[in-house]
């Protein structure tokens, strides 16, 4: 049974620092691409930033400079370094990894950051 189990959200106040985990087990071949979305209350999920197997990342306009993607290929594992978080980025960060034609969620990890 794949599952991807996400840890490291909490409550920042502006300006600081946190990082997330995603580890991804059950799952026999590594992810093609793995990823971070969020979502705010009232809003819809969107793309946080998303990295290849091979490392290419890309993220949302919003996150771009302030947050970094890497993933640990042997580990399964994706993480996603926020920094200069601002109050808007608050909200539910789900991890998310593709798998031929497969796509995985985690259950969501809170972030919330005060002003």
């Known amino acids: 049974q794949v599952q991807l189990v996400e840890s490291g959200g909490g409550f920042v106040q502006a300006g600081g620092s946190l990082r997330l985990s995603c580890a991804a087990s059950?799952?026999?071949?590594?992810?093609?691409?793995m990823g971070w979305y969020r979502q705010a209350p009232g809003n819809e999920r969107e793309l946080v930033a998303g990295?290849?197997?091979?490392?290419?990342?890309n993220y949302a306009d919003s996150v771009k400079g302030r947050f970094t993607i890497s993933r640990d290929n042997a580990k399964n594992t994706v993480y996603l370094q926020m920094s200069t978080l601002k109050p808007e980025d608050t909200a539910v960060y789900y991890c998310?990894?593709?798998?031929?034609?497969?796509?995985?969620w985690g259950q969501g990890t809170q972030v919330t950051v005060s002003s």
């Open positions: 990295i290849s197997r091979g490392g290419s990342a």
């Open positions: 998310n990894a593709r798998v031929l034609e497969y796509t995985f």
């Open positions: 059950g799952i026999l071949l590594s992810p093609s691409a």
